[in-house]
Nanobody
Framework: QVQLQESGPGLVEPSQTLSLTCTVS??????????WNWIRQPPGKALEWIGY???????YYNPSLKSRTSISRDTSKNQFTLQLSSVTPEDRAMYYC??????????????WGQGTLVTVSS
């Protein structure tokens, strides 16, 4: 059974870059048909999709965050990483990594990490 675990600093200063890593076990991030997502939830607000990296390494981002977002991967470590630049206090949220089954007609987030809280403050 695949497991995902987020890691990274819980506190980031304003204007700096938030960097989180998701370590995947029990399955390879290069396996078709899976996409590897980053999703966040600010306190008291709805889930917000940030972006994903596909099994082949292609990336797609939420247009509202695209200019600040980069998702990359290290296949040797079976990890994928989120970088969000120029953060503000509005980027404070619980950040989740999740696996998506991207088969046509399925498109389901079928595995999630436990989440990590990131606060933006000086």
């Amino acid at each position: 059974q695949v497991q995902l675990q987020e890691s990274g600093p819980g506190l980031v200063e304003p204007s700096q870059t938030l960097s989180l890593t998701c370590t995947v076990s029990g399955g390879s991030i290069t396996t078709n048909p899976y996409y590897w997502n980053w999703i966040r939830q600010p306190p008291g607000k709805a889930l917000e999709w940030i972006g994903y990296i596909t099994y082949s390494g292609n990336t797609y981002y939420n247009p509202s965050l695209k200019s600040r977002t980069s998702i990359s991967r290290d296949t040797s470590k079976n990890q994928f990483t989120l970088q969000l630049s120029s953060v503000t206090p509005e980027d404070r949220a619980m950040y989740y990594c999740a696996r998506e089954d991207a088969r046509v007609g399925v498109r389901t987030l079928d595995a999630w990490g436990q989440g990590t809280l990131v606060t933006v403050s000086s």
